[in-house]
Structure formats: structure tokens, C-alpha cells
């Protein structure tokens, strides 16, 4: 497809794992990102990773990349209601391209 | 810290007005973009700008205009807003430099309602 997927919600219990998955559209990409946009607020870049990595790790962050299936997720252990936001993933498809957004996940933190 | 500054939060127009969104960022950044926000539908790329005086057109820039006078400055232009364009309006920028990660760094968002 031409769009970058995300399912559009995710609940999950305090102290629990979250895991966010995406779909990306070019396995060309060089660059996937997950920015983070917190209610009333502009997005900030929550961590990325390089077309050539399968896995990177960030203290509770982790994303792995299966280039195969052009298939990206983000894993946050111990989430925190603090997390509670909404999470986009994001391709740059050639090299200091556009970015395409896919639609976002807003995950909700149970207390 | 870096800063990209929306001059506006909320916006409330009639349908016909004419509309600016101001964008400013203290980065010396040579690209700046300006996306849409909807529910459901992710960010959505308008216009964009690699340098002073240059546009580039997004996924979606009809109804649309962007200026680039000064590299700080990227202004979004709605000539004749329309209900459809009842939006979140995100700016964005970033380094030219090449070899990095492309982050891009947002301003807080402008809310426009078209009525």
C-alpha cells in the first residue's frame, strides 16, 4: 500500500509492556522514526533507527525494524501513565526526503 | 533549546477569509514544512521548503500557498478558507545538513475552525 499503518488505539495497565506496531510503505527508507505528541502539543521525536539496524534499544524504549515485511514496532516496558500520548510512526523513503506520518496510535495507560 | 513557534494556537475564520499561519523557528534550519492534523489520518504534508525562497508542494497543497521570505520564517496561506480546512496546522523544521537523522522539530500546533 501507499500508507504508513498504525492501529489507532492501544490500552494497557500501568507496569505493563506497550507494544505499537507499523507498517511502512518503502523498503528503500532510509530513516523510521516514533514521534510522541502529548495532548495540546506539537510532536517530539521519541527515538529512530537506520534502515541498516534491526534493533535499538533506549532505556525502556526499544524498536526493532524487519525490513522483510517492512514491518516496525515500539516496544515501551513498565509503561507509566506518563506515556499515556499518542505515538506516530514515521519513514523518510530517500535520502533527506519528505517524511510520511502514518495515522497515530493513542495509547491509553490504566492506573 | 530549539524553538519553532506557531504564532497562533487558535484561529476561528469565516468560510472566504483569507488566512495566514505564521511559523518561526531560531534554529537557522534551511528546511521547514507545513503539515495538517486530523483524526485518523496522521499528519499530512501541505507544503515544504528547502530554502529561502523555495517551495516544494506536499500530498495535499490545494487551496493552499506558502511564502519563505527569510530562512527563520515559513508562512502557511489559506487565500480563501473553506469548512474542509477546519484543522490542526503543524509546522516543523530541520537541519539541511545531510548524514543526519532528519529530525524534525515542531511547533505546538495552530487550531484553525472554518465557519
Known amino acids: 500500500g501507499e500508507d504508513v499503518e498504525q492501529s489507532l488505539f492501544l490500552s494497557v495497565r500501568e507496569g505493563d509492556s506497550s507494544v505499537i506496531n507499523c507498517t511502512y510503505t518503502?523498503?528503500?527508507?532510509?530513516?523510521l522514526y516514533w514521534y510522541k505528541q502529548e495532548p495540546g502539543a506539537g510532536l517530539q521525536l521519541l527515538t529512530y533507527i537506520f534502515s541498516n539496524m534491526d534493533m535499538k534499544q533506549d532505556q525502556r524504549l526499544t524498536v526493532l525494524l524487519n525490513k522483510k515485511d517492512k514491518h516496525l514496532s515500539l516496544r515501551i516496558a513498565d509503561t507509566q501513565t506518563g506515556d499515556s500520548a499518542i505515538y506516530f510512526c514515521a519513514e523518510m523513503k530517500t535520502s533527506y526526503d519528505k517524511v510520511i506520518f502514518g495515522p497515530g496510535t493513542s495509547l491509553s495507560v490504566i492506573p | 533549546d530549539v524553538k519553532v513557534t506557531q504564532s497562533s494556537r487558535y484561529l476561528v475564520k469565516r468560510t472566504g477569509e483569507k488566512v495566514f499561519l505564521e511559523c518561526v523557528q531560531d534554529m537557522d534550519h534551511e528546511n521547514m514544512f507545513w503539515y495538517r492534523q486530523d483524526p485518523g489520518l496522521g499528519l499530512r504534508l501541505i507544503y515544504f521548503s528547502y530554502d529561502v525562497k523555495m517551495k516544494e508542494k506536499g500530498d495535499i497543497p490545494e487551496g493552499y500557498s506558502v511564502s519563505r521570505e527569510k530562512k527563520e520564517r515559513f508562512s502557511l496561506i489559506l487565500e480563501s478558507a473553506s469548512t474542509n480546512q477546519t484543522s490542526m496546522y503543524l509546522c516543523a523544521s530541520r537541519t539541511g545538513l545531510a548524514g543526519v537523522s532528519g529530525e524534525l522539530f515542531f511547533g505546538e500546533g495552530s487550531r484553525l475552525t472554518v465557519l
Open positions: 518503502d523498503s528503500s527508507s532510509t530513516y
